[in-house]
């Protein structure tokens, strides 16, 4: 994939761009507080409808105004020219019309009537400094990694994880109901009276979710493993292991699985019923990240753990492109201040096939490489922009 062109409207800092892009990689520069990031951020948006900094839309609208318009023009790798639009309305208090906030997401001009229907359309894969929250985050920051990674991939597991929010809250509504019930509902009898069609569909839905995250763990791992060595050049072994609700769910197949996590539901009922919430499933599972054997999290040092995620994000690339026949467009939000001059050069080697945009401070992020090698010597196409109070202006060197 390939973006040719964005406009903004009210988002963020920017009252209206529109901007044309250029295959290779799009190199965003100038001071803090410009609106480097928010490109990124508003190319980022067009794959599932969120950002990656923050999951309130009001944040993203231009102060003092009321909406924003987000319009993105790419081309697939068959040469398709296609477009996708988002347009937030927020709240305003003396409309009737406009009481909650709205938003309309197009494809082609098409309005869609859920956000599933966008996901697969348009792909990236964003490095921010915020993605470090992956390791040093807890769980839930894994399981979204893997969540939108899958989702891109396979749109059905995007409505798999809706359809599985609404049963959990469903649940755990009736289990809330059930404490304050004057005696505790622990029998058979009660069992099946109360909770036996919810645990049915729980089950089903959290064997076809974990079954996914764990195929797509053995395939990422893989690839992570030898980013990982392709950045910093040395033999580091990167592993990963799904801890699931389910003991030993990499040698179960799904039938296996539901059978399983119905049991454990159906055991624990009476202690659900005390919580008040549901205490297994796909919400509660996590992603163990290891280096050479140890674990990412509570032993690596802060230039280890971005190495991790920047490999992880590499993987996502390689397997987006993979399985959907679809070169994604990366992003990378200030990475090159973090990387000495031999792991900038190893990552600029890597992205080479695809269309990239970079955000940096300071030029000499980006065009020295190692032996102070310039860009040009292994990246075929580039172009800069000179990012200042919202406006960009293209520059020739």
Known sequence: MRITAIELKNFRNYEHLEQDFFPGAQILYGNNAQGKTNILEAIFLCT?????????????????????????????????????????????????????????????????????????????????????????????????????????????????????????????????????????????????????????????????????????????????????????????ELSMRYRSSVPSAKDLNREEMREILLGKLREQAADDILRGSTGLGPHRDDLILSLNGIEVRPYASQGQQRSVVLALKLAELLLLRQKTGESPVLLLDDVMSELDGDRRYRLLQTIEDHQSFLTCTDLSQVLIGCNDRNLADFIEEYTLFNVHQAKLTQVIL
């Open 48 to 236: 599932c409808a969120r950002s990656h900094r923050t999951g309130r839309d009001s944040e993203l609208v231009r102060q003092g105004c009321d909406d924003y318009d987000v319009r993105l023009e790419f081309l697939t790798d068959k040469d398709r020219s296609e477009e996708i639009r988002i347009h937030y309305l927020a709240p305003v208090s003396n409309d009737p019309l406009r009481l909650k906030p709205i938003r309309h997401i197009y494809y082609n001009g098409v309005r869609l009537e859920r956000i599933s229907d966008m996901m697969g359309i348009f792909n990236a894969v964003i490095f921010a400094p915020e993605d470090l929250q992956i390791i040093k985050d807890g769980p839930a920051a894994r399981r979204r990694f893997l969540d939108l990674l899958l989702s891109q991939i396979y749109p059905a597991y995007f409505r798999d994880l809706i359809q599985y929010q609404h049963l959990l809250t469903q649940r755990n509504n009736l289990l809330k109901k059930l404490r304050d019930l004057p005696y505790i509902a622990d029998s058979d009898s009660d069992y099946n009276l109360h909770l036996e069609i919810w645990d049915e569909q729980l089950s089903n839905c959290s064997a076809r979710i974990i079954s996914r995250r764990q195929e797509v763990i053995n395939e990422i791992a893989l690839l992570a493993n030898e980013s990982i060595s392709q950045i910093t050049g040395l033999k580091e």
